[in-house]
């Protein structure tokens, strides 16, 4: 079982918004920078988000993420066909002394 | 362009070791912190290991502590995973990934393909 919390899946139709939560505690998500992680199977994952709500270039507004407490989203607006993969959630946890990720989240597009 | 690329898996039975190796070009591997992120069948990801630009500074995952080393070689522009005392539950997809951060872990900015490590007897 993760560390950080989140829903083994989500869906959604073209062109709607969707979240994806990640749950945590004091010694990760609300004390250190939050990363998401987009990974379609055989290929090497990508990052979207770095430090709650920083995108990479060439990452498209559509992906957003936000942080409050010990809980982190990441959300997909205009969901498109080629969004489905699983996507994970990533921090650094004080207790552990190490890098910690979600069990990540089969989005599945409609 | 970045880019990583990890050589040096395959078939190995329990207690055996491997080292893996991470070539890395269209960047300066020195400026760069670099991590070792494992997928195992089925499973989510699991973060292994992380050096620092000049090596000072090293994490592992408990579950790896005391059995796997990770190294690097500016000169050479390589990062290297010595694992040993290899478990069946070490099989997995290791990927090499560069950190965003010189001195501690922060997020994985790239990544290479992933190499396979299967542990069989």
Known sequence: QSVLTQPPSASGTPGQRVTISCSGTSSNIESNTVSWYQHLPGTAPRLLIYSHNQRPSGVPDRFSGSKSGTSASLAISGLQSEDEADYYCAAWDDSLNGQIFGGGTKLTVL | ?121
């Open chain 2, 1 to 121: 362009e970045v880019q990583l690329v990890e050589s040096g898996g395959g078939l190995v039975q329990p207690g055996g070791s491997l080292r893996l190796s991470c070539a890395a070009s269209g960047f300066t591997l020195s400026n760069f912190g670099m991590n070792w992120v494992r997928q195992a069948p089925g499973k989510g990801l699991e973060w292994v290991s992380f050096i620092s630009i000049s090596g000072h500074t090293i994490y592992y995952a408990d579950s790896v502590k005391g059995r796997f080393t990770i190294s690097r070689d500016n000169a050479k522009n390589s990062l290297y995973l010595q694992v040993s005392s290899l478990r069946a539950e070490d099989t997995a997809v290791y990927y090499c990934a560069r950190d965003g951060d010189k001195y501690y872990p922060k997020y994985f900015d790239y990544w290479g393909q992933g190499i396979l490590v299967t542990v069989s007897s």
